[in-house]
């Protein structure tokens, strides 16, 4: 009888304990490494068979795109879904059995598939190379016994780049096809031949660079090709710098944060900070706020617009969208073009840029159309203030607000070309506060119709609000209503009784301006508000004011609870502000004023900034203020200031045909030059009185009430005042600009954030608007100092 086994006196149950124990003991499985030496491997299969920096940052191995699908990287450890930093195979996934990385004796690093068939190499054969390693800036490197690097990742990037991760002449990054794909889109960042950082649309038809804005020159868009080196790279702390002059931070600049900068999949480039206890992403900077301006969005024959602060892709009357799941492929025609096809559709609004056949000046709208009839390959025209470009192709579609020009598509007389010509379809393609942590594996066709029935409860939300609105006054609301109320109360119609009460008579006045008088009140809910009796010159500007009321919003900017109009009663009715207005906290004109904090007026300053970049860029209906002024910048119990009366100007095409708001004055010393001539008034006459605005807060007095010689003054700060501050800026001497500060800080306050703030007041105060920067550039200038 054969000797038991020592295993068979052990109970069951222990047994299984230490066959547990032994699987899961670090010694049972592969330990974790931070480099290969030659002849050893990562496999596919094992998912713990993986390089891990020093610091368990990054990671690196094999990452799953699809189903049995797989491609070398290396990711961020510590974000929430393994956000992917470099892809060696992005274009040939490997099979999820048999493939592996092997760095071979022979000194080379290569991928191979199931089949054993090499899919990427490093071509570093019969080098010294004696070790891979995953070092903590993410990059994975191949060293020789000396250190020296034969080899890293960081040399080819996809799309992606890392702090101190370089971009140069001979390599570019390369947007991802797709939500959750990791194969190569259509967009680019590169140094073009003029030695220009640019961004570029390279699809499958057409090619257009449109980031520097393509529409200005070099020196227009802030950059100088007068440079050789072709070089840029982030820095730890979270500063972009390149040879062209491009600069940029993030807005949480410090160090300490994982940071990539990505060009993502819709053509934008970002800069994201990852909160590591929570593993997700924010953006702190990003290359295009209007998403609109990027190309090849919508494809061919499509629209790029806004709508309720989402960026959607609509198609014309009579085309439909090529292929349902994915936009870029555009819209195409539900009829035949041919060379008889000579009647027009009119788009309002709406301007495709790029692709023309030719381009005229000084032409009527019927000669523009004539040469185009006259042209088989001209699909339509684009036709603004007299200038007349003929398309080839219609790409770049786009209707923002702003947009001056009409366009006319050519199509059969038989088609209908009257009535509304509003896009037919409408689909969203991104959302500013979506992008944070998108590398999840979402499809197309799940993430459209998710949200297109998102979409439609938002709609039908909205439109019931309204309808509740419109009709609470014409009948009592029924029980499902007084449950709307609640939700809609955000914005109401008020009777002119309930606001008499609410401000006693309208007895506690807080302040007067151009537009009217304000007073303090309480409304029934116990919401302590203000109540403006709108002046004479207002009157009539009411419907300006409703078609914004319930959509802006915007931390910088002052709520609007609701109104009243009642025959000769217009009354706004806003939150209440505790601190007042910005002028009672930097001017002591009485005597009795508190100092304001260098860090407070800073603070201001930014939150200012945003709520006029907001307005000028994000809002769906874009608004001109026309009278920024301290007066109407409040301060909460905070100190966050809150822009006042941004409602009360009329909306403007911003120079477009039809442009009119000569009935909408601002406050002299703090009025742009170009309110005194006839030109069209534009977003730039906010940056001008924003530049007053900044200097006095810098001053801690009045500027705009300077007297110099007459004949130097215009409407705002004199040009003999903005020349001397040129001269201080330009004399590499530091020591002014504790002249320049408010004498009542006693030097308390930050320096390079003085003269920082200095050199935009300059930027902004230019005579010529078209030199003055945009808000949404002086909220970047603000956010680097």
Same mark, same amino acid.
């Given at each position: 009888?054969?000797?038991?086994?020592?295993?068979?006196?052990?109970?069951?149950?222990?047994?299984?304990?230490?066959?547990?124990?032994?699987?899961?003991?670090?010694?049972?499985?592969?330990?974790?490494?931070?480099?290969?030496?030659?002849?050893?491997?990562?496999?596919?299969?094992?998912?713990?068979?993986?390089?891990?920096?020093?610091?368990?940052?990054?990671?690196?191995?094999?990452?799953?795109?699809?189903?049995?699908?797989?491609?070398?990287?290396?990711?961020?450890?510590?974000?929430?879904?393994?956000?992917?930093?470099?892809?060696?195979?992005?274009?040939?996934?490997?099979?999820?059995?048999?493939?592996?990385?092997?760095?071979?004796?022979?000194?080379?690093?290569?991928?191979?598939?199931?089949?054993?068939?090499?899919?990427?190499?490093?071509?570093?054969?019969?080098?010294?190379?004696?070790?891979?390693?995953?070092?903590?800036?993410?990059?994975?490197?191949?060293?020789?016994?000396?250190?020296?690097?034969?080899?890293?990742?960081?040399?080819?990037?996809?799309?992606?780049?890392?702090?101190?991760?370089?971009?140069?002449?001979?390599?570019?990054?390369?947007?991802?096809?797709?939500?959750?794909?990791?194969?190569?889109?259509?967009?680019?960042?590169?140094?073009?031949?003029?030695?220009?950082?640019?961004?570029?649309?390279?699809?499958?038809?057409?090619?257009?660079?449109?980031?520097?804005?393509?529409?200005?020159?070099?020196?227009?868009?802030?950059?100088?090709?007068?440079?050789?080196?072709?070089?840029?790279?982030?820095?730890?702390?979270?500063?972009?710098?390149?040879?062209?002059?491009?600069?940029?931070?993030?807005?949480?600049?410090?160090?300490?944060?994982?940071?990539?900068?990505?060009?993502?999949?819709?053509?934008?480039?970002?800069?994201?900070?990852?909160?590591?206890?929570?593993?997700?992403?924010?953006?702190?900077?990003?290359?295009?706020?209007?998403?609109?301006?990027?190309?090849?969005?919508?494809?061919?024959?499509?629209?790029?617009?806004?709508?309720?602060?989402?960026?959607?892709?609509?198609?014309?009357?009579?085309?439909?969208?090529?292929?349902?799941?994915?936009?870029?492929?555009?819209?195409?025609?539900?009829?035949?073009?041919?060379?008889?096809?000579?009647?027009?559709?009119?788009?309002?609004?709406?301007?495709?840029?790029?692709?023309?056949?030719?381009?005229?000046?000084?032409?009527?709208?019927?000669?523009?159309?004539?040469?185009?009839?006259?042209?088989?390959?001209?699909?339509?025209?684009?036709?603004?203030?007299?200038?007349?470009?003929?398309?080839?192709?219609?790409?770049?579609?786009?209707?923002?607000?702003?947009?001056?020009?009409?366009?006319?598509?050519?199509?059969?007389?038989?088609?209908?070309?009257?009535?509304?010509?509003?896009?037919?379809?409408?689909?969203?393609?991104?959302?500013?506060?979506?992008?944070?942590?998108?590398?999840?594996?979402?499809?197309?066709?799940?993430?459209?119709?998710?949200?297109?029935?998102?979409?439609?409860?938002?709609?039908?939300?909205?439109?019931?609000?309204?309808?509740?609105?419109?009709?609470?006054?014409?009948?009592?609301?029924?029980?499902?209503?007084?449950?709307?109320?609640?939700?809609?109360?955000?914005?109401?119609?008020?009777?002119?009784?309930?606001?008499?009460?609410?401000?006693?008579?309208?007895?506690?006045?807080?302040?007067?301006?151009?537009?009217?008088?304000?007073?303090?009140?309480?409304?029934?809910?116990?919401?302590?508000?203000?109540?403006?009796?709108? $002046?004479? @010159?207002?009157?009539?500007?009411? *419907?300006?004011?409703? !078609?914004? %009321?319930? =959509? +802006?919003?915007?931390?910088?900017?002052?709520?609007?609870?609701?109104?009243?109009?009642?025959?000769?009663?217009?009354?706004?009715?806003?939150?209440?502000?505790?601190?007042?207005?910005?002028?009672?906290?930097?001017?002591?004109?009485?005597?009795?004023?508190?100092?304001?904090?260098?860090?407070?007026?800073?603070?201001?300053?930014?939150?200012?900034?945003?709520?006029?970049?907001?307005?000028?860029?994000?809002?769906?209906?874009?608004?001109?203020?026309?009278?920024?002024?301290?007066?109407?910048?409040?301060?909460?119990?905070?100190?966050?200031?809150?822009?006042?009366?941004? $409602?009360? @100007?009329?909306?403007?095409?911003? *120079?477009?045909?039809? !442009?009119? %708001?000569? =009935? +909408?004055?601002?406050?002299?010393?703090?009025?742009?030059?170009?309110?005194?001539?006839?030109?069209?008034?534009?977003?730039?006459?906010?940056?001008?009185?924003?530049?007053?605005?900044?200097?006095?807060?810098?001053?801690?007095?009045?500027?705009?009430?300077?007297?110099?010689?007459?004949?130097?003054?215009?409407?705002?700060?004199?040009?003999?005042?903005?020349?001397?501050?040129?001269?201080?800026?330009?004399?590499?001497?530091?020591?002014?600009?504790?002249?320049?500060?408010?004498?009542?800080?006693?030097?308390?306050?930050?320096?390079?954030?003085?003269?920082?703030?200095?050199?935009?007041?300059?930027?902004?105060?230019?005579?010529?608007?078209?030199?003055?920067?945009?808000?949404?550039?002086?909220?970047?200038?603000?956010?680097?100092?």
């Amino acid at each position: 009888m054969k000797n038991p086994s020592p295993l068979t006196n052990i109970p069951i149950p222990l047994f299984l304990l230490l066959l547990l124990f032994f699987l899961l003991s670090p010694s049972a499985s592969r330990a974790e490494r931070s480099s290969l030496s030659r002849g050893s491997s990562l496999s596919v299969e094992d998912v713990s068979d993986i390089l891990v920096s020093p610091s368990k940052s990054f990671a690196s191995g094999f990452y799953n795109v699809g189903s049995n699908a797989y491609a070398f990287s290396i990711w961020f450890s510590s974000s929430a879904n393994k956000t992917v930093a470099w892809t060696a195979n992005r274009e040939h996934p490997v099979n999820g059995h048999g493939s592996q990385i092997s760095f071979r004796k022979d000194g080379g690093m290569v991928l191979t598939d199931t089949d054993g068939r090499v899919v990427w190499s490093t071509n570093t054969s019969s080098t010294q190379a004696d070790r891979v390693q995953l070092l903590d800036t993410g990059n994975l490197v191949m060293k020789d016994p000396s250190g020296k690097i034969l080899w890293q990742s960081f040399d080819s990037p996809t799309d992606t780049l890392l702090p101190t991760q370089p971009i140069t002449k001979s390599t570019q990054v390369v947007s991802s096809a797709a939500p959750g794909s990791l194969s190569s889109g259509y967009y680019s960042l590169f140094f073009d031949n003029d030695n220009v950082l640019r961004l570029i649309y390279d699809g499958p038809e057409i090619s257009s660079v449109y980031w520097p804005n393509p529409d200005d020159d070099v020196f227009q868009n802030g950059r100088t090709k007068y440079n050789s080196s072709r070089y840029a790279v982030l820095d730890g702390m979270g500063k972009f710098v390149s040879s062209d002059q491009l600069a940029f931070s993030a807005s949480d600049r410090g160090s300490g944060i994982l940071r990539r900068l990505t060009l993502d999949y819709d053509g934008n480039l970002r800069l994201y900070s990852l909160d590591e206890s929570k593993g997700t992403w924010s953006v702190t900077w990003e290359a295009l706020p209007q998403i609109c301006q990027i190309h090849g969005l919508c494809g061919r024959n499509g629209i790029c617009s806004y709508m309720q602060s989402k960026v959607v892709c609509s198609c014309p009357s009579h085309y439909e969208m090529s292929d349902q799941s994915d936009w870029r492929k555009g819209c195409k025609p539900k009829f035949q073009m041919n060379c008889n096809t000579n009647s027009f559709l009119e788009l309002p609004g709406t301007d495709f840029w790029g692709n023309d056949l030719n381009t005229s000046e000084s032409t009527s709208l019927e000669a523009c159309k004539e040469t185009c009839e006259e042209d088989c390959s001209c699909e339509g025209i684009v036709y603004t203030s007299g200038k007349c470009y003929s398309k080839g192709t219609l790409f770049n579609g786009r209707a923002p607000p702003d947009t001056p020009g009409i366009t006319y598509l050519r199509m059969p007389a038989s088609m209908s070309t009257s009535g509304s010509s509003a896009p037919q379809t409408h689909e969203l393609i991104c959302n500013a506060a979506t992008y944070a942590s998108s590398r999840g594996k979402v499809r197309w066709v799940y993430f459209y119709r998710f949200i297109s029935a998102f979409g439609a409860i938002e709609i039908l939300f909205v439109v019931s609000g309204w309808w509740f609105i419109i009709s609470r006054r014409e009948r009592k609301p029924t029980s499902l209503e007084e449950g709307c109320r609640e939700i809609s109360r955000q914005f109401s119609q008020f009777t002119y009784k309930e606001l008499k009460k609410a401000t006693r008579k309208f007895m506690d006045e807080i302040g007067r301006g151009g537009s009217g008088v304000v007073y303090k009140g309480v409304l029934d809910d116990k919401r302590v508000v203000a109540v403006k009796k709108l $002046g004479d @010159a207002i009157q009539g500007e009411l *419907g300006a004011e409703l !078609s914004l %009321i319930g =959509r +802006i919003y915007h931390k910088n900017l002052v709520r609007i609870w609701g109104f009243c109009s009642e025959g000769p009663h217009d009354l706004l009715v806003t939150e209440y502000v505790a601190n007042g207005s910005l002028d009672k906290h930097i001017f002591d004109e009485h005597g009795t004023a508190s100092v304001l904090g260098w860090s407070e007026r800073f603070k201001i300053a930014v939150g200012v900034a945003q709520g006029l970049a907001y307005l000028h860029h994000e809002c769906l209906e874009w608004v001109i203020h026309c009278d920024v002024k301290p007066e109407n910048i409040l301060l909460d119990g905070e100190f966050e200031p809150k822009i006042a009366d941004f $409602g009360l @100007a009329k909306l403007s095409k911003r *120079g477009g045909v039809g !442009s009119d %708001i000569s =009935r +909408i004055r601002g406050t002299r010393g703090y009025m742009a030059p170009e309110w005194t001539t006839n030109l069209p008034i534009t977003a730039k006459v906010d940056v001008y009185s924003y530049g007053v605005v900044l200097l006095e807060m810098v001053k801690g007095s009045r500027v705009s009430n300077l007297k110099v010689d007459k004949e130097e003054e215009f409407e705002g700060t004199p040009k003999s005042f903005v020349r001397m501050l040129k001269e201080k800026l330009e004399s590499g001497d530091e020591s002014w600009v504790e002249e320049i500060v408010d004498s009542r800080l006693n030097g308390q306050f930050n320096c390079k954030q003085a003269e920082n703030m200095v050199e935009i007041v300059v930027s902004c105060l230019e005579e010529d608007r078209n030199k003055r920067p945009t808000m949404d550039s002086v909220v970047h200038m603000l956010l680097l100092s």
